[in-house]
């Protein structure tokens, strides 16, 4: 069975520019989450879409990033303009349902901007 | 708010030495509780998880963890440790949204 699948592994970009990043969760998997991870801190939470609902994006900066999940399956997250303190690991995962499954991730895409 | 906290940053334990890694979380009930490990480079896998039931839960590669409801605490113990244990080591609650502590780093000493 394949693992959640990102791209790209890597990105570098200069402020102000644009940067999406995508993800391939598991197959049946209904719960797909964005979270982002500083250098020395754990996965905070960005969003977390229930199929093609985001039902929790309490922590996501709207202003600029955005996200969506189309048909359920795929999902893209973008900054737009990307900012230095947006330098992170921004990982993706996905579980069976909501709640308090395990949560499979994939091996995450590392943002420098410069 | 539920969080989590790992008061140690990095530990270094000699292969072959026994292995205890701490987290203490805050919330009101009784959480579910994860325990993940992160080698450079790779997304999170996870070691062994409490939902309910006995509080010494046995996960995968050697690792175990004990539920403390008195301690609000959720340690990851191994007996002996092995160079490829080397990784970063993530606590986790989860009620509805998981919250992660900070991490320790484990070194291991040939």
């Known amino acids: 069975e394949a693992g959640v699948v990102q791209s790209p592994r890597y990105k570098i970009i200069e402020k102000k520019q644009p940067v999406a990043f995508w993800c391939n969760p598991i197959s049946g998997h209904n719960t797909l989450y964005w979270y982002r991870q500083n250098l020395g801190q754990g996965p905070e939470l960005l969003i977390r879409y229930e199929n093609e609902e985001a039902v929790d994006d309490s922590q996501l900066p709207k202003d600029r990033f955005s996200a969506e999940r189309l048909k359920g399956v795929d999902s893209t997250l973008k900054i737009q303009p990307a900012e230095l303190g947006d330098s992170a690991v921004y990982l993706c995962?996905?579980?069976?349902?909501?709640?308090?499954?395990?949560?499979?991730f994939g091996p995450g895409t590392r943002l420098t901007v410069l | 708010a539920q969080s989590v906290t790992q008061p140690d940053i990095h530990i270094t334990v000699s292969e072959g030495a026994s292995l205890e890694l701490r987290c203490n979380y805050s919330y009101g009930a009784t959480p579910y509780l994860f325990w993940y490990v992160q080698s450079p480079g790779q997304g999170l896998q996870l070691l062994l998880k409490?939902?309910?039931?006995?509080?010494l839960v046995q996960g995968i590669k050697g690792f175990e963890a004990e539920f403390k409801r008195s301690q609000s605490s959720f340690n990851l113990r191994k007996p002996s440790v092995h160079w490829s244990d080397a990784a970063e080591y993530f606590c986790?609650?989860?009620?509805?949204?998981?919250?992660f502590g900070d991490g320790t780093t484990l070194t291991v000493k040939p």
């Open positions: 995962a996905s579980s069976l349902r909501r709640g308090h499954n395990e949560q499979f």
């Open positions: 986790a609650v989860s009620a509805g949204k998981s919250t």
């Open positions: 409490y939902f309910s039931g006995d509080t």
